[in-house]
């Protein structure tokens, strides 16, 4: 079965997410004042070309990386719905009538959370219909041991199966009739938008936030949609060695991709993240907005 090729791996090791940094060019070209973090030692990363869940870290070295800071997200602007016999949270344009653009959106390790809705609401406010999905069959986490439980816990095929009915009902669904659709993920998310970018020719963009990367430029072939990776300099979980790595398979495989590197940890991107990083976050949320309006519009 497809899931196979490119997740038996990361089901079988299911120890990982990863992630990586600023402005960088397709050329990997960093802006002054970008110092990568010191790598991992030999031996620290899983062998071959695939990533574990936690990148190169331990999982108890992972889950320190991960605390969900307290606070309550802005308050919804979208529903839930019921997307292929799982819970999704659906977020629209305000008047703006369908055709229109849609991205799904795939929760880091926290689950279907709050938070991960906020983000919806905010595609929506750039004019995409916006979907969350829930890989966790509706639960989620509060603490990191529970998340770890859960990230081992997903089905490589039920997973697929869930974005599949995302893809298949932001096309048919008649508030949305997408145009062109995308996928975004933080972490677990953004491991879960490369996969899926992977098995999905019919998908116009993938938008990685620090997620589990895929080194081997033979198992990027099947990649046809353009890839926008954002990565922190100071990740642990996916050093900037790795991002390199990456990006070399990329330029090999001869994909379309664009990277951009910050001088900021792990979870930078999300409020919910203690190491939440206002400045750059902004400045990789730019650069998002930039790349689904080239893609999508």
């Given amino acids: 079965m497809r899931f196979v090729r490119f997740l038996l791996p990361l ?7 990863g992630l990586v940094a600023p402005a960088a060019s397709q050329e990997g070209t960093a802006p002054a004042g970008t110092k990568p973090a010191a790598t991992k030692p030999a031996g620290t990363t ?7 869940w936690t990148g190169v870290l331990t999982e108890e070295e992972f889950k320190a990386l991960h605390q969900l800071k307290e606070g309550q997200a802005p308050p919804r602007r979208g529903t839930m719905v019921t997307v ?3 819970r999704a949270y659906l977020s629209l344009p305000q008047d703006r009538k369908p055709p229109m653009p849609a991205v799904i959106l795939v929760h880091e390790w926290w689950g279907l959370n709050d938070n991960v809705m906020h983000f ?6 750039e004019g995409y219909a916006a979907l969350a999905v829930d890989l966790y069959g509706g639960q989620v986490a509060k603490d990191a041991d529970t998340a770890m439980k859960l990230v081992k816990a997903v089905d490589p095929d039920r997973a697929f199966r869930t974005l599949d009915a995302a893809f298949a009902f932001l096309l048919e669904a008649p508030t949305v009739k997408a145009t062109r659709r995308a996928t975004m993920g933080w972490c677990f998310g953004g491991a879960w938008s490369l996969q899926y970018a992977l098995v999905q020719p019919k998908l116009d963009a993938a938008v990685i936030y620090y997620g589990r990367l895929v080194t081997d430029p033979a198992k990027l072939k099947p990649l046809r949609a353009p890839v926008l990776g954002i990565f922190g300099n100071k990740d642990e979980g996916i050093p900037p060695a790795s991002v390199d790595a990456f990006e070399a398979a990329l330029r090999e495989a001869g994909k379309a ?15 919910s993240n ?14 998002v907005a930039a790349f689904l309006e080239k893609h999508l519009t």
Avoid at 46 to 52: L, W
Avoid at 120 to 125: I, K, Q, Y
Avoid at 257 to 270: K, L, M, T
Avoid at 274 to 284: F, H, I, L, W
Wanted: charged share 25%.
């Fill in 11 to 17: 089901a079988l090791a299911s120890a990982a997410f």
């Fill in 46 to 52: 899983p062998a071959g070309n695939e990533m574990g």
């Fill in 84 to 86: 292929g016999g799982e």
């Fill in 120 to 125: 919806a609401d905010r595609l929506a406010a």
């Fill in 257 to 271: 991709f664009e990277i951009r590197r910050y001088d900021a940890p792990h979870g930078f991107g999300n409020p």
């Fill in 274 to 287: 203690p190491a939440y990083d206002e400045r750059n976050a902004a400045a990789a949320w730019k650069e």
